[in-house]
Antibody, heavy 117, light 113 residues
Framework: QVQLQESGPGLVKPSETLSLTCTVSGGSITSYYWSWIRQPAGKGLEWLGRIYYSGSSDYNPSLKSRLTLSIDTSKNQFSLKLNSVTAADTAVYYC???????????WGQGTLVTVSS | DIVMTQSPDSLAVSLGERATINCKSSQSVLYSSNNKNYLAWYQQKPGQPPKLLIYWASTRESGVPDRFSGSGSGTDFTLTISGLQAEDVAVYYCQHYYTTPATFGQGTRLEIK
């Protein structure tokens, strides 16, 4: 059973960089697309971007200039860095696996990141 | 970006009755090369990540009860829950995978009447 677990600071100051890592267990990261999706409290889901095990990536244009995704196949991990954060970036961040059929079939439990001084 | 619009924003349905949620995309999400609609449906309960219910617009994910069904093609899609059960109370989202960004609908909150 594939499991994903997000890790990283729960509090980030405005203008700083939000960094999260997702550790994949129960399966290899060397396949599929690996995604980040976020959800502000009480609001809907926003697709941030995805990265393939080869390193190729796609970003949401609304964030592209601030967002960087990376992957470390040796550690079965992938990561997100979002710079110049504001309060609008406060959300639960999910890491996820995009299956070969369209759709996310495995999700992390999500981690709340609050942007505040 | 493809905009996904769900309707209604919320609905209340009696136990055992049918719930219907609509999703409209701003452009077709049907790939002519394989005749597949790149559209998925999710269920999200409070405090949990979303759960994949339907992919290819109408294919049920393994383990999903058969009271959940998806239909539609091109730009108009429907999620139907036949015989609503108490555990179906949740927010439901559609998402396209035709291009990136793979945007979601705004969500539909389903409650028991």
């Amino acid at each position: 059973q594939v499991q994903l677990q997000e890790s990283g600071p729960g509090l980030v100051k405005p203008s700083e960089t939000l960094s999260l890592t997702c550790t994949v267990s129960g399966g290899s990261i060397t396949s599929y697309y690996w995604s980040w999706i976020r959800q502000p409290a009480g609001k809907g889901l926003e697709w941030l971007g995805r990265i393939y095990y080869s390193g190729s990536s796609d970003y949401n244009p609304s964030l592209k200039s601030r967002l960087t995704l990376s992957i470390d196949t040796s550690k079965n991990q992938f990561s997100l860095k979002l710079n110049s954060v504001t309060a609008a970036d406060t959300a639960v961040y999910y890491c996820a696996r995009e299956s070969a059929r369209p759709g996310v079939d495995y999700w992390g439990q999500g981690t709340l990141v609050t942007v505040s001084s | 970006d493809i905009v996904m619009t769900q309707s209604p924003d919320s609905l209340a349905v009696s136990l055992g009755e049918r719930a219907t949620i609509n999703c409209k995309s701003s452009q077709s999400v049907l790939y002519s090369s394989n005749n597949k609609n790149y559209l998925a449906w999710y269920q999200q309960k409070p405090g949990q990540p979303p759960k994949l219910l339907i992919y290819w617009a109408s294919t049920r994910e393994s383990g999903v009860p058969d009271r959940f069904s998806g239909s539609g093609s091109g730009t108009d899609f429907t999620l139907t829950i036949s015989g609503l059960q108490a555990e179906d109370v949740a927010v439901y989202y559609c998402q396209h995978y035709y291009t990136t960004p793979a945007t979601f609908g705004q969500g539909t909150r389903l409650e028991i009447k």
